[in-house]
């Protein structure tokens, strides 16, 4: 079984700052995945950014980073440049070999302009 | 390129009706997941299919869920009858299935927001 947690409370970033959303993980699964996720106010679930377990490096999408690290079992999504459209909820999210994934609770991030 | 199809966008009906959402995965996809997203018990898988059989649905919450993968290209979810308590957001996603042991990346449709009065 998969345990994923994002403790932090709502996010606030200025506009064109960098932000880090935290996640932590648990897993008894030798091979897994991290994802991240966002779900704006409109409801819609976006896939972002994918760690596997054995990537060597970590992942990065656009302005989207993944900071992978493996003996403290965190995933921690860096987003630079932020922007107005980045605010919404952000979800930390577990994949382990039978297909199911573990979310965790999520996180607000709002935007300053 | 299409991504995951849901239908219809919003449902609104009353305690007793029976409710059918639909689902049309990504083309060349072969994994199907049904999710249900509250406010109390956030996002919950109910049932996934892999190949259009059902693999697990340990998550249907009761027996007035059922949910059928006719084809690949197609699925239903139906609640029969509804309760107001099934007012919720109900999500189907679809991957691709490996077989490495490694999992893929879902991909979402855009939801269902049932409200059952």
Redesign the interface.
């Known amino acids: 079984a998969q345990k994923i947690t994002q403790t932090q409370p709502g996010m606030f970033v200025q506009e064109k700052e960098a932000v880090t959303l935290d996640c932590t993980y648990d897993t008894s699964d030798p091979?897994?995945?991290l994802?991240w996720?966002k779900q704006p106010s409109s409801?819609?679930?976006?896939?972002l950014i994918?760690q596997?377990s054995y990537d060597q490096q970590n992942a990065t999408e656009g302005r989207y980073s993944l900071n992978f690290q493996k003996a403290r079992k965190s995933a921690n999504l860096v987003i630079s440049a932020s922007q107005l459209g980045d605010s919404a909820m952000y979800?930390c999210v577990g994949?382990?070999?039978?297909?199911?994934?573990t979310?965790g609770?999520?996180i607000t991030l709002s935007v300053r302009p | 390129d299409a991504g995951v199809i849901q239908s219809p966008r919003h449902e609104v009906t009353e305690m007793g009706q029976e409710v059918t959402l639909r689902c049309k995965p990504i083309s060349g996809h072969n994994s199907l997941f049904w999710y249900r997203q509250t406010m109390m018990r956030g996002l919950e898988l109910l049932i996934y299919f892999n190949n259009n059989v059902p693999i697990d649905d340990s998550g249907m919450p009761e027996d007035r869920f059922s949910a059928k993968m006719p084809n690949a290209s197609f699925s239903t979810l139906k609640i029969q009858p509804s309760e107001p308590r099934d007012s919720a957001v109900y999500f189907c996603a679809s991957s691709t299935f490996s077989t490495s042991g490694s999992t893929d990346t879902q991909y979402f449709g855009p939801g269902t927001r049932l409200t059952v009065l």
């Open positions: 091979s897994y995945g994802f996720y409801g819609e679930m976006i896939f994918y596997g979800f994949g382990g070999a039978n297909s199911k994934l979310f609770k999520g």
